[in-house]
């Protein structure tokens, strides 16, 4: 039983992967009808409303006594709040193309950040994995090509604030997770959620002069119904929950890695749901992807047992 125990990380970050990589084909059904602000506020406040009634059912355990809670504030300041802002904007001023190549560096970005605040010091054989699912995904991302026009400056900085603010979100929660349990980590994540996006949403009704009477009307429509039912439940309380549940037993290099499963995911989901051409650089990226992914985690299990043993010896 503790040996197959010992698997549930790794399945925690496939998990992971898996959600959010189902995520942008739910994502682009919402946005043909409502806006991107009122996709993320409506996904974050179901979110909200129903991990707080896995908690007042008792499904769920919560146990902030004693505990200073600031440290996941900020944690939830960084992602969900800067990341989602940032990516949003830096999609909408830059290629498509750009923002998947820069948002795939988040598990490098993680990896420096890890050595510095966390004194995780991945191997050279990690590393060089990690470069190569890294790789996976800037190879299929060159290869679909750019689809033209041209990237403002301002995007690409938006864009690498996102990357940033989810590299820090990941050492955040890493470091955290001796004090906090997952759920309370994605319990607070939620909430910070749901507050900050739907004051935002407000403001910019209330800009716009649109009646606040209206604020849900978008939700009667089953293009916006059913996804903000998947993001809401399995993208958000889910899938980070599973993230956060891996970085609390896994380093933050080799947790992270896993995000870059989402890119084959979502080429799987893109061929098998809505009939996309599936083309070889598909799977030559895939592949990368893949033995990127696994050889990060297979040489990180074996640094921890060298580690050990030496510790021992």
Not at 87 to 104: N, R, V
Not at 294 to 301: P, V
């Amino acid at each position: 039983m503790e040996r197959i125990k010992g698997y549930y990380p790794y399945l925690a970050g496939i998990g992971m992967a898996s959600i959010f990589g189902f995520s942008f084909m739910f994502t682009a059904m919402g946005l043909e009808v409502a806006s991107p602000l009122e996709l993320i506020s409506y996904r974050f406040l179901l979110a909200s409303i129903v991990i707080t009634l896995l908690w007042a059912f008792g499904v769920i355990k919560l146990n902030y006594r004693g505990k200073d809670v600031k440290p996941l504030l900020l944690l939830s300041l960084a992602e969900p709040f800067i990341y989602f802002v940032f990516e949003t904007y830096g999609i909408k001023y830059t290629s498509s193309s750009l923002s998947g190549l820069m948002i795939a560096l988040i598990p490098v970005a993680v990896t420096i950040l890890a050595v510095i605040f966390l004194n995780e010091r991945p191997s050279l054989y990690q590393l060089l994995f990690i470069l190569l699912s890294v790789a996976g995904v800037i190879f299929i991302i060159f290869m679909t090509g750019s689809e033209g026009g041209k990237s403002s400056l301002l995007g690409f900085l938006f864009l690498l604030g996102a990357v940033l603010s989810a590299a820090f979100y990941t050492i955040l929660a890493r470091k955290f997770s001796s004090v906090f349990s997952p759920i309370e980590i994605t319990f607070v994540m939620m909430w910070f959620g749901a507050i900050s996006f739907n004051i935002l949403n407000l403001i910019e009704k209330v800009i716009r002069g649109d009646s606040l009477s209206s604020y849900f009307s978008s939700v009667a429509n089953y293009k916006v119904l059913i996804p903000v039912l998947y993001l809401g439940i399995l993208s958000s309380i889910v899938a980070y929950f599973l993230n956060n549940y891996a970085l609390s037993k896994l380093p933050a290099s080799q947790a992270s890695v896993f995000a870059n499963l989402t890119t084959v995911i979502s080429i799987i989901a893109g061929v098998t749901i809505r009939h996309e051409v599936f083309y070889w650089y598909h799977v030559v990226g895939a592949i990368m992807i893949l033995i990127g992914v696994w050889g990060t985690n297979y040489f990180g299990k074996a640094y921890e047992v060298k580690a050990l043993s030496e510790e021992i010896h």
